[in-house]
């Protein structure tokens, strides 16, 4: 059996780790923090929007990403909320919608009216929007939980603290460590998250709101 040794416990090294044990290998992850918690991966929004993300992102984030909602739903059933995306912006940034569906695709302009029935309490807020109806949705937190859950009970075995590893234990190391890692092929992309609790709007699914200094999503 190949013994592999996967570093790293974000969301690339157990959606990893999930594909190689699923495939017979014996893996180990070794993390550096004391838990799954606290990395990007942790703090993510969980969109899974490859042609959103088009906009700014090369081809390959839209070949690889739209299929990631099915495999969340095999891997973890029940866990990915399949609701679309919704583009909105301000009347007076109507311009964005046009900029943004040029440089993006799979996705159909809404009216008001069209906006309010996909989410009433954004009625008669926006009078244009687009529509992504193949993007999903997830709570990263609740995936990355249960996808650890589910590794341990497929045999992969967690180290956490982990320092150095003796590598000569492995036949193949797979470093998934992130921005810890970062090189040319991989750059850091700040983001900031807000936990909003209200009982006065409820949405459906993610909500981007573009506008030329300050775009949003929630
Ligand atoms: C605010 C925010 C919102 C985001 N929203 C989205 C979104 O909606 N949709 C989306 O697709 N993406 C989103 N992203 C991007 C996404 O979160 C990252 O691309 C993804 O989480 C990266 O996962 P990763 O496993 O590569 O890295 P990480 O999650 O950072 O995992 C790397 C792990 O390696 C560990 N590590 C580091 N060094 C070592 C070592 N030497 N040995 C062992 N372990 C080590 C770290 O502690 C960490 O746990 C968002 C990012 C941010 C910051």
Redesign the pocket.
Not at 7 to 14: D, E, F, H, S, Y
Not at 30 to 33: C, P
């Given at each position: 059996m190949r013994r592999v040794l996967v570093?790293?416990?974000?969301?690339?090294?157990?959606t990893v780790a999930h594909e190689l044990a699923a495939r017979g290998a014996s893996v180990t992850v070794?993390?550096?923090?004391s838990q799954?918690g606290?990395?990007?991966?942790?703090?993510?929004?969980?969109?899974?929007?490859p042609w959103c993300?088009r906009e700014s992102a090369e081809e390959a984030v839209v070949t690889l990403?739209k299929v990631?909602a099915d495999w969340w739903e095999r891997t973890l059933p029940g866990l990915v909320t399949r609701a679309g995306t919704l583009v909105v912006a301000h009347a007076r940034d109507a311009f964005e919608l046009a900029r943004f569906s040029a440089r993006t695709r799979n996705c159909e302009p809404l009216d008001e009216k069209a906006i309010a029935a996909l989410e009433p309490d954004l009625a008669g807020r926006f009078r244009q929007g687009l529509f992504f109806a193949g993007e999903a949705?997830l709570d990263?937190r609740r995936v990355l939980e249960a996808l650890a859950g589910k590794l341990r009970a497929m045999g992969v075995v967690f180290l956490f603290e982990?320092g150095e590893v003796a590598l000569s234990d492995f036949d193949q190391v797979i470093d998934?460590?992130?921005?810890?890692?970062a090189d040319d092929d991989l750059r850091g992309?700040?983001?900031?998250?807000l936990l909003l609790h209200t009982r006065e709007v409820s949405l459906a699914r993610?909500v981007r709101l573009l506008h030329p200094r300050h775009p949003i999503?929630v």
């Open positions: 570093k790293g416990a974000g969301v690339a090294g157990l070794a993390e550096i923090r799954i606290g990395n990007a991966s942790w703090l993510a929004g969980g969109m899974l929007a993300e990403g990631s949705h990263p982990a998934c460590t992130g921005i810890a890692r992309v700040r983001g900031e998250m993610p999503y």
